[in-house]
C-alpha cells in the first residue's frame, strides 16, 4: 500500500484543504547545497528537512512543504567557505576556492543573512495567507535554525500573526535529539549518513569512503560514516519526528502561551501538561 501523500505541491485543492483543515500545520524544510563529503550529496541538508518534514506530517497531520536549498547565508553558514581545508573541497569540487571568498558575492555578510531572514518572513506570510495556524521551520543545517529561530520570533510579533495568524517555531534534528543521543549530529559521517541510508539510498555512495579511520575531506562525527547504516537512520528520525509533532501539537492547541514574549522557544511544554491525547484540551 502506498505511503500517504502529505507534499502540499503534490495535492489537488480539495485534498490540501482537506489535510489542513484536519491540521493546519505547516511543515517548511530548509536546506543547502553543501559538500557532505565524497559520498553523500551535495542537497543532504534539504533532503534530511524535506524527508523529516514528510514523517511529521505523517505521524501528526499537517503538510510538508517544498525544500528552500538557496538564499542562505553563503560566507557564513556554509563549509565551502567557512572549513579550515575548504581548499581541499574546492578541489574535489573542481573549482577555485576564490569562489568562495567574500569578492565573489555581491551582498556582504550581514547583508547575505537579512536577505534571508526577509525571504523566510516572506515565506511565513504565505503559509498564514494559505490557511495554515502553526508553521514549523525544519533545518537540516545547523547555522539555519537560528537565522529561522530571528524569523519566527519576528513573525510571531506581527499584529496579524497575534491576532488571527500563523504562530512560527524551527527546528534542527540533533537539537531534539540530544537527550536521547548525546553527542550526536555530525556534518557528512554517521549520523547524516544513516539519514540518507534511510530515506534516499540511492543518493548515497559508501563505496567510495577510504577505509576506516582514514582522512577524508570534511567528514566530521563521533559516528564514522563507514559504519552508518539505514536503519539507525530510521531510529533517529523516528524519535524526532515524534517530538517535533508533540510540540507542534502543543502550539496549536496553546497558541496564546507561545505568543507571549519569550516564550516563543520554550520546549516540552508538552511534558508539563501531560501526554497529548490525555488532558491537552482545546485552544487557549
Not at 36 to 48: F, I, K, S, V, Y
Not at 136 to 143: D, L, Q
Not at 176 to 193: C, M, Q
Request: with cysteine; charged share 25%.
Amino acid at each position: 500500500m502506498p505511503e500517504e501523500e502529505v507534499r502540499y505541491h503534490m495535492l489537488r485543492p480539495r485534498q490540501a484543504v482537506e489535510r489542513r483543515k484536519a491540521c493546519p500545520v505547516a511543515y517548511i524544510p530548509l536546506g543547502t547545497l553543501e559538500w557532505h563529503g565524497p559520498h553523500n550529496p551535495l542537497g543532504a541538508d534539504t533532503l534530511q528537512a524535506e524527508d523529516l518534514a514528510i514523517l511529521c506530517a505523517r505521524k501528526g497531520g499537517g503538510l510538508a512543504f517544498p525544500g528552500l536549498s538557496y538564499a542562505d547565508n553563503r560566507l557564513q553558514c556554509l563549509v565551502d567557505a567557512t572549513a579550515t581545508d575548504r581548499t581541499d573541497i574546492a578541489r574535489e569540487m573542481e573549482l577555485p576556492p576564490s569562489n568562495f571568498d567574500p569578492e565573489a558575492f555581491p551582498f556582504t555578510v550581514t547583508e547575505q543573512s537579512l536577505d534571508y531572514q526577509r525571504l523566510l518572513l516572506h515565506i511565513l506570510a504565505e503559509a498564514e495567507t494559505l490557511g495554515f495556524e502553526v508553521a514549523v521551520f525544519v533545518a537540516g543545517h545547523a547555522p539555519l535554525v537560528d537565522m529561522a529561530r530571528s524569523a519566527c520570533l519576528l513573525s510571531n510579533q506581527r499584529t496579524r500573526s497575534r491576532k488571527q495568524g500563523i504562530l512560527a517555531w524551527a527546528v534542527f534534528d540533533s537539537g531534539i535529539a540530544k537527550r536521547k543521543y548525546p553527542g550526536l549530529g555530525d556534518h557528512g559521517a554517521g549520523w547524516e549518513t544513516s539519514h540518507l541510508l534511510a530515506t534516499r539510498p540511492e543518493t548515497v555512495d559508501l563505496s567510495v569512503l577510504p577505509p576506516k579511520g582514514a582522512p577524508i575531506v570534511h567528514c566530521e562525527g563521533a559516528i564514522p560514516p563507514q559504519d552508518a547504516t539505514a536503519a539507525f537512520g530510521r531510529e533517529t528520525f523516528d524519535y524526532v519526528a515524534g517530538i517535533v509533532v508533540k510540540e507542534a501539537r502543543h502550539r496549536l492547541e496553546h497558541k496564546r502561551f507561545y505568543l507571549a514574549h519569550g516564550q516563543a522557544f520554550v520546549e516540552r511544554k508538552w511534558e508539563e501538561d501531560g501526554a497529548l491525547g490525555d488532558g491537552v484540551g482545546g485552544r487557549t
